[in-house]
């Protein structure tokens, strides 16, 4: 969908310092692993994932970091933005008992995952880790859903202490799960592929973040070695049978010029 929207924010929630969800009150039609291009008109545009999509509302939470989503943090309910999207694959809906596992401030779109994966019948653990209690988002309205719901930090101020591939770990060694759908740093998630090598039935999907700038396939700027999958088309969603055979994955990313950056 090339068509760009504009419209106002309909409210904006302060999930700590440094996150915040932005409201729209639009049918997006989006599911759940998909994402926008987000624009504030003045400063360019970049990609968020989806974490609420109801039929008259969307929400995309963002973490303040650089030039975009600084001038993002200036903005009040009212004010404008635009969007085009949603795109991307998307989340399998599959799976009877499933474990959800997200790192920091990309566990957001998980929360539309489970929603989704809650409807059709499926029985829930989910793991929300971040490094500190700042970092650990959504944690009510995790609560507030029916799922085993676990929620961990690096030095434990706020639930475990530890890393949500160590309680993924555990949860694997006790649990028979027939899914796993990952969301967090690529580190985070390099962790996690290797621990699902011991599972070798076990399909999972991970949610993969690469430099956009078209988001429609043509600028190239996405893909990823050795397949050349362009994540914003055939990502951000990627299963187990091509995340296997990334050698990129974990080791390095392009930047805004295509230049290689290692992790
Ligand atoms: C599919 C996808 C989904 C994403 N979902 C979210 C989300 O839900 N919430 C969230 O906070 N962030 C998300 N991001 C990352 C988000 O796009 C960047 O944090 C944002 O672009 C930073 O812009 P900046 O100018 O504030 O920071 P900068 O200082 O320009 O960059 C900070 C970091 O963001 C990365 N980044 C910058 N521009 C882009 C771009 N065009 N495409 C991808 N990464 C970029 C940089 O590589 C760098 O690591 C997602 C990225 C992708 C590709
Ligand atoms: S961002 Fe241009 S091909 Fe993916």
Known sequence: MLKRITLPVAEIVNENETIRTFYFEKKLGALPGQFI????????EKPFSISECESGYFGVTIKKLGTFTQALFEKKPGDLLSYRGAYGSSFSISGRNVLLVGGGYATPPLYYLSKELLKAGAELTVVNGARSKKELVFC????????SYQRITDAGCLGRAGSSVDIAQV?????????????????MMRAMRNLLQNYPELNYEFLFERYMKCAIGICGNCTIDPLGIR?????????????????EFGEYHRNAAGIKEYF
């Open 37 to 44: 291009m987000l624009s504030d008109l003045v400063t360019g």
């Open 140 to 147: 009510e309205r995790f609560s507030n859903l029916s799922l």
């Open 171 to 187: 949860l694997l060694e006790e649990n028979h799960y027939d899914m796993v759908y990952v969301s967090g740093p690529e580190l």
């Open 231 to 247: 994540l914003c088309v055939e990502g951000p969603v990627l299963a187990r049978d091509k995340i296997v055979q990334l050698t």
